[in-house]
C-alpha cells in the first residue's frame, strides 16, 4: 500500500529532525551526565 509507505517516510523524516536538534542532544547529554554523576554521589555518600 502506497499509503504505508508515505507515513513511514514521513515518520522517519520526523525521527531525523528530531534526532539532529541540537538541543537535544545536550538535554541527552545532561541526562546522561546527571545519572552518572548522581551514581557517584550516592557511592561516596
Known sequence: MP????????????????????????FIKFSVLSLILGKIVKKYL
Do not use: E, R
Open 3 to 26: 499509503f504505508v509507505k508515505v507515513s513511514k517516510d514521513f515518520f522517519y523524516k520526523v525521527l531525523y529532525k528530531i534526532f539532529h536538534q541540537p538541543f537535544l542532544l545536550d
